[in-house]
Structures are given as structure tokens and as C-alpha cells.
């Protein structure tokens, strides 16, 4: 029996787990549940685990002293109450039938299977790392996959370099004096240079920087006042800014700081800049990725390995690629009406013939990666 043919002579045990995971859905910081799914489901494999970033889980199959590691984001989203309206029940039961059918293999190779929890909101990843889940045994490749609508499924898409953006977000609040809106002039209203900065910014991140290098600079929040005859005594802006070059982002950090602190000291009010540096871009390393993509190209057919457009959208994987050469790929999950609704809609739904996919993909790769 090939490869193909054992899988899907295997797969039920995967679809069940996969409905499992489904139906305990729970969010960031709170996948008890879903760990304790992992874990049983790993014991049952006689495969050794343990527990990363409260909820998190690795596991690992055979001894070495380095390994290739594959990684799952566990947690749900609040939407339809709670559920996993981003895939990550599918990439947990890819992930659990990768390691069900290395096992049946009797595969010699060292692999860890990582299962992350809080993807969708401050990152577990970092966590993670820094507790020492790429040690012991050493990472020294690492393979990550989101499932994708309006791919087809049984094709992937996937690149070198970088995938995703980076993640930051910052809160501006400039503090005036308050007072009478009729007397303007014995108040320092922080509403101006609030929209002068946000002017400055909207003009100087465009023609300051490469337009080759893609990066967005949003403002989306301003709040200041509650009535018409009041002038405010601060104003607060909120926004985040997305790049694929970490010195572009360094640099619109620091044209944030110093167009707030100009406009400020112009109207004569003062500023506080708070700015998290939250997930980096998301960066596939170039000879990796080549490399991957040329072993499932001979498993599929180049027609079904295909490019991936850039998103400016996050995933904290990328703290995973700063450490570890690294790949990761789109799995596609469009088939009829299934997989054409976005990511995190109530409406979101899978081709459950992407679990074959998944598995059959990651289980060649590591068989035949040398």
C-alpha cells in the first residue's frame, strides 16, 4: 500500500479528533480542553509531550539531538459564540494525523509537534520559545500551514520571503488645556495636533519611503470630548502599522515619535506615545521553502504548488521564523460552496478533504527530506 492509499485507509481517527477539537473550542489562554484532547490523543501514540506556555503542548516522536518541527495554533475565535472560525481544529488534527501516520511508518526520524496556543491575540509563540521549545532537541527546521479560502483544495500556495506582515499597534495622547470652546484662545486644544500629526503621517510614510516597500499606516481610532461647548483637555489616536522589512518598521516607529512630538510642541500641548511591537513579518526562509515546495511539487504536480499573493494581515509564526530556518504555506480548502467565505466570518467552513491533503503533504516531506 502507498503512501496515498494509507492515509486515506487511515483517516477516520483523524475526522474524529478533528470534530473533537471542534466542539471544545475554546480561546487564547484558556485551551484546557483542547490540550488535554492533544495530549491523550499523543499518549495513545506512545508519543512523550509536555506543556509549553500553560496550555501549550509538544510532543515528540524518537530522540535525537536536533529535529524538523511542525507547529499548530490551537485556540478559537469569538464568533458564532466560540468557535474555530480561523481553521485551527483542522491544523491541530493535520498536524496529530501527521505524527498518527509517522508512527504507523515506523518512521526513525526525530520530529516535534508544537501546538501553540493564543494565535489570535497577544502570541503564543514567543512564550513558547522562550520557555524552550525549540531546544532539546534542537529545531532546526520548522514547517507551518494555514488552511486558506479561495484556494482550491488539493493545491497549496507558499513563497520566500516574507508572507505576512508585521503586527504593531500604538495610542497617541496629547494633553491640552480645556476650557470653554467660545474662548479657544485662553485653552490649548490637543484635538489639533492630533490631526496634524495624523496629516503628517498620512504624507510623510508615503513619499519618505520606497513605494516598492509595502507597508500601511493606519489611524483608526481618535477620541477626545463629549460636548459641542467643551474643548477637551486630551485627545487620544489609535492605530497600527504593517511592513515586511523590519527597518521599515523600525523607521515608522520612529516618524511616529517624532511627528507626534513636533505637532505637540506646535500647538503647545504635550504627548505620550505608547507603541507594543507586536508580531514581526512573517519570513520564509528562500532555500527551505525552495526545497519544499520541489518534494510536493513531485508528490502533486507543479500545477498544484503555486504562488502566494502577500498579505498585510499577522500570524505570530514569524517569531518561530526569526529563530529557525522555516517554511510557511497556504493549504487550500475551497471545494463547491466550501472555503470561499473569509477568515474569522460566521460563515467560514472547510473541504474536509484538506486533512488528506495536509497530512499527505507533511508526512512525504519529512519521509523524503534528507
Not at 45 to 59: H, K, Q, R
Not at 183 to 198: E, F, G, S, V, W
Request: charged share 20%; aromatic share 8%; proline share 5%.
Amino acid at each position: 500500500m502507498n503512501l496515498k492509499e494509507l492515509i486515506k485507509a487511515n483517516l477516520e481517527p483523524i475526522k474524529k479528533i478533528r470534530e473533537t477539537l471542534h466542539n471544545n473550542a475554546e480561546l487564547s489562554h484558556e485551551e484546557f480542553k483542547t490540550q488535554k484532547i492533544i495530549l491523550d490523543f499523543l499518549k495513545d501514540l506512545d508519543i512523550p509531550a509536555e506543556i509549553y506556555a500553560v496550555t501549550g503542548v509538544a510532543g515528540i516522536l524518537n530522540s535525537g539531538e536536533d529535529c524538523l518541527a511542525i507547529r499548530a495554533d490551537m485556540d478559537a475565535l469569538p464568533v458564532n459564540g466560540v468557535s474555530h472560525a480561523c481553521g485551527h481544529d483542522y491544523h491541530m488534527a493535520i498536524v496529530l494525523g501527521t505524527a498518527y501516520m509517522l508512527k504507523k511508518l515506523g518512521c526513525d526520524k526525530c520530529v516535534k509537534f508544537i501546538f501553540q496556543p493564543a494565535e489570535e491575540t497577544d502570541g503564543g509563540a514567543l512564550p513558547m520559545i522562550k520557555e524552550g521549545v525549540l531546544e532539546n532537541p534542537k529545531v532546526t527546521e520548522l514547517l507551518g500551514f494555514h488552511v486558506w479560502p479561495g484556494v482550491k483544495v488539493g493545491t497549496i500556495e507558499l513563497t520566500g520571503g516574507p508572507s505576512m506582515a508585521s503586527v504593531d499597534e500604538f495610542m497617541v495622547t496629547f494633553k491640552g488645556v480645556g476650557g470653554h470652546a467660545a474662548m479657544p484662545h485662553l485653552c490649548k486644544n490637543p484635538m489639533y495636533p492630533a490631526m496634524d500629526m495624523i496629516q503628517s503621517m498620512n504624507i510623510k510614510s508615503r513619499i519618505e519611503n520606497n513605494p516598492l516597500e509595502s507597508h500601511v499606516v493606519t489611524f483608526s481610532s481618535i477620541q477626545a470630548g463629549t460636548a459641542a461647548n467643551v474643548i477637551p483637555e486630551q485627545c487620544t489616536v489609535k492605530g497600527t502599522v504593517r511592513t515586511f522589512n523590519n527597518e521599515l518598521r523600525n523607521k515608522l516607529y520612529e516618524d511616529i515619535k517624532n511627528t507626534a512630538s513636533l505637532s505637540a510642541e506646535k500647538f503647545g500641548c504635550t504627548v505620550e506615545l505608547d507603541y507594543k511591537f507586536e508580531y514581526p513579518p512573517l519570513i520564509s526562509d528562500t532555500t527551505l521553502t525552495e526545497k519544499f515546495a520541489g518534494i510536493t511539487a513531485d508528490l502533486m504536480g507543479k500545477d498544484k504548488v503555486l504562488p502566494l499573493t502577500k498579505t498585510f494581515a499577522g500570524e505570530d509564526f514569524g517569531f518561530f521564523a526569526e529563530k529557525v530556518p522555516s517554511v510557511h504555506f497556504r493549504l487550500g480548502i475551497e471545494d463547491g460552496d466550501k472555503g470561499v467565505h473569509p477568515l474569522h466570518s460566521p460563515y467560514f467552513s472547510v473541504s474536509e478533504e484538506c486533512i488528506f491533503h495536509g497530512i499527505h503533504i507533511l508526512t512525504n516531506y519529512i519521509l523524503k527530506n534528507n
